[in-house]
């Protein structure tokens, strides 16, 4: 599986953004897709994840209530709708997938199987 995201883009504090992933294949192949950040000089960080077959979504809360996540499986994409962006929301973005689930917390760095390159967002007035 390969993955691609796209639509980062620099933002003025309290605007937004929609980053895509494309997924190579058949997104449903995968149990779900998530998506991780890493600001300069910091950890990265989970953020979302949508399981690909029941669309069951789950948030870090440091994002929860800002950003939502979804998948199109006809078309084999996951989004991250980025709003009320915050200059502390600047990082590489990255959508990833698990491949059959997880084992503690869908959102741990340890439980991806497949990354994509990641997509910068930079909040800037």
């Known amino acids: 599986v390969q993955l691609q995201a796209s639509g980062g883009g620099v933002v003025h504090p309290g605007g937004s953004l929609r980053l895509s992933c494309q997924v190579s294949g058949n997104i449903l192949s995968v149990y779900a897709i998530v998506w991780h950040r890493q600001a300069p000089g910091k950890k990265r960080e989970g953020l979302a994840s949508i399981a690909t077959n029941l669309g069951t979504t789950y948030y870090a809360d440091a994002v929860k209530g800002r950003f939502t996540i979804s998948s199109d499986n006809a078309k084999n994409m996951a989004y991250l709708q980025l709003d009320r962006l915050r200059p502390e929301d600047t990082a590489v973005y990255y959508c990833?997938?698990?491949?059959?689930?997880?084992?503690?917390?869908?959102?741990?760095?340890?439980?991806?199987?497949?990354w994509g390159q990641g997509t910068q967002v930079t909040v800037s007035s």
């Open positions: 990833a997938a698990l491949r059959l689930g997880y084992s503690v917390d869908p959102l741990l760095e340890d439980e991806v199987d497949y």
